[in-house]
């Protein structure tokens, strides 16, 4: 699985791009995050499919003049500032941070789209962002 960005320009945004792509290229396309409206707008997508199919995906997203830029950022947490507070979980869009029942968080990684919400979120600044 990889992670997308794709900036949908005025006219383009009211076309069904995800759902034509998925269904020619056989690649299976998740939305992750996003904002649209007729005006144009963003979505974080994950691909997933061998690797010829999430090629030929990008190549028909962006055939359908939408801006496709791959995502290479992972979420790193840092055990020795962490107090387990788990406010880093509620303002994660995406539910990519879980916090337990005994307060210990977990990043699923597939499901972080590297916003930063997350970072400037925690008291205790123990989460970043890397380049993956």
Request: glycine residues 10%; charged residues 25%.
């Amino acid at each position: 699985m990889k992670k997308y960005k794709l900036a949908y320009s005025k006219g383009i945004a009211t076309e069904p791009v995800i759902s034509k792509v998925s269904i020619e290229t056989k690649a299976l396309i998740n939305i992750l995050s996003g904002s649209i409206t007729e005006r144009g707008g963003e979505l974080i997508v994950s691909i997933e499919g061998d690797d010829q199919q999430i090629r030929s995906a990008i190549s028909s997203i962006r055939g359908e003049r939408v801006e496709v830029q791959p995502i290479k950022k992972t979420l790193e947490l840092d055990q020795n500032r962490c107090v387990d507070c788990g406010y880093c979980g509620t303002v994660c869009p995406t539910s990519a941070i879980i916090v337990h029942a005994d307060g210990s968080i977990e990043i699923l990684d597939e499901g972080c789209v590297g916003c930063g919400l997350c970072v400037t979120a925690c008291p205790r600044r123990a989460l970043s962002i890397k380049e993956a």
